[in-house]
């Protein structure tokens, strides 16, 4: 029975959200359009069952496929990203995290992450979130002149703190992370070192980010950002991860299951499967690397009309603006770019001096709007609607309309 006969409300809705999809530009960094097969994948029978544990040892029956699935997956992700043992399990990001202070850390330890202010994440030890709630947060930021990560002031905290484990990604941040050197730094206090890649995880598939695989011992990531897959959580262990820690690998999936979760969505794995399937293909090789060449230009496009960006550039899918040149704040942008159909999130800057509810910035990206097939000449485009709009706010429903015919030459996967 279809979806609009059983509940016409709910099916409308998502008609509506469709809609809206098809017409506007996506333009926050951390989203993109799934395909039409990972959404099927998503939308099968695999929401139905029960499947605790792991393929082999489970504590259900009737699981024969379900366990084929978990482990096609487990494998195109340990392939693609050349890891040793991947948990794909994770119902997102901060669960996967959370697994790793679970797996290698006790309750009041110190850990280390990049304050989310300066573009951290949540869990990497921001003062309201578990990972400070639980253990020992220390914090690093940028510098205040490059806005680039302040690494003489991270090996400056880890010779003072010694933590356990040190977290490096970021949610906000433009540049590319050096990863020998802060695995120079955890190295030399044999700190457990991981990469969040969530962010920047399909960059690196596509060979357009330096991948941290062979310097950090935990990876973990989401599944539904620049990878383009379901919403979803993987944790990744290197080499160098088993080689600190053979038992690494069994405790991270003791901490998802029984530790912190209990039946895995098998339906977002098996879409995972096919997300990890897709990226694994020369297609998405070109996708990764025009999301960098279509960012790339609308920086310099932006910088023309007079926006003052952080760090002065991108090096990968997002751009942080600080607005306070134009006059206006974050939420009041925020809502006219939506006005005119370009949907970017407010945004805290780095030593931000309003509060994080009505930050001076801006992020955007180009993941979701590349995905589209959208280029060079479109982000010329877009930068001078952005301008528009920002500079006056009567031009939004002349932009609107603009938007709306561009999003019919480039339709939605
Ligand atoms: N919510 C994500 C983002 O937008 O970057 C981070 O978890």
New binding site residues.
């Given amino acids: 029975m279809k979806l609009k006969k059983v509940d016409e409300q709910i099916a409308k809705l998502i008609e509506k959200e469709q809609e809206r999809q098809d017409t506007t530009l996506e333009m926050?960094?951390?989203?993109n359009h799934t395909s039409s097969a990972v959404r099927q994948a998503l939308g099968s029978v695999l929401t139905d069952k029960y499947a605790e544990g792991y393929p082999g040892k489970r504590y259900y029956a009737g699981l024969e496929y379900y366990d084929q699935i978990e482990d096609i997956c487990r494998e195109r992700a340990k392939k693609l990203f050349k890891v040793v043992h991947v948990n794909v399990q994770p119902y997102s990001?901060?669960p996967a995290n959370l697994a790793i202070y679970f797996a290698v850390l006790n309750p009041g330890d110190t850990t280390m992450g990049m304050s989310l202010p300066h573009g951290g994440?949540?869990t990497h030890g921001w003062k309201v979130n578990f990972s400070a709630k639980y253990y020992n947060s220390v914090q690093y930021g940028v510098d205040q002149k490059t806005n680039l990560i302040d690494y003489s002031q991270v090996a400056k905290l880890v010779k003072e703190t010694k933590p356990k484990l040190i977290w490096v990604g970021a949610?906000?941040y433009p540049r590319i992370f050096d990863w020998e050197r802060f695995a120079k730094i955890a190295d030399s206090v044999g700190a457990y070192l991981a990469a969040d890649i969530?962010?920047i995880a399909g960059l690196i598939v596509a060979g357009v980010h330096p991948s941290p695989v062979p310097y950090v011992h935990i990876v973990t990531t989401?599944t539904h950002?620049t990878l383009r897959g379901p919403r979803g959580g993987m944790i990744m262990i290197t080499k160098k991860g088993i080689d600190k820690d053979p038992d690494l690998a069994k405790k991270v999936d003791k901490a998802i299951f029984p530790g912190l979760q209990g039946g895995p969505h098998e339906n977002n794995i098996a879409a995972i499967a096919v997300c990890l399937k897709e990226a694994s293909e020369p297609g998405f090789k070109r996708y990764g690397k025009q999301i960098v060449e279509n960012t790339k230009v609308l920086a310099s496009e932006l910088i023309n009309h007079g926006f003052n960006l952080i760090t002065k550039g991108s090096d990968n899918h997002l751009i942080l603006i600080d607005l306070r040149n134009k006059g206006i704040l974050g939420p009041e942008a925020q809502d006219r770019l939506e006005k005119a159909g370009i949907t970017v999130?407010k945004n805290s800057i780095p030593f931000d001096p309003n509060p994080p509810f009505k930050p001076s910035g801006l992020r955007l990206g180009t993941p979701a709007i590349t995905t589209r097939g959208m280029k060079e000449k479109e982000m010329k485009l877009i930068a001078s609607w952005i301008n528009e709009v920002i500079t006056d706010p009567r031009s939004c429903s002349k932009i609107r309309q603009e938007v709306k015919k561009l999003c019919k030459r480039f339709l939605l996967p």
């Fill in positions: 926050i960094p951390s989203e990001g901060s994440h949540l949610t906000a969530a962010h989401t950002k999130n």
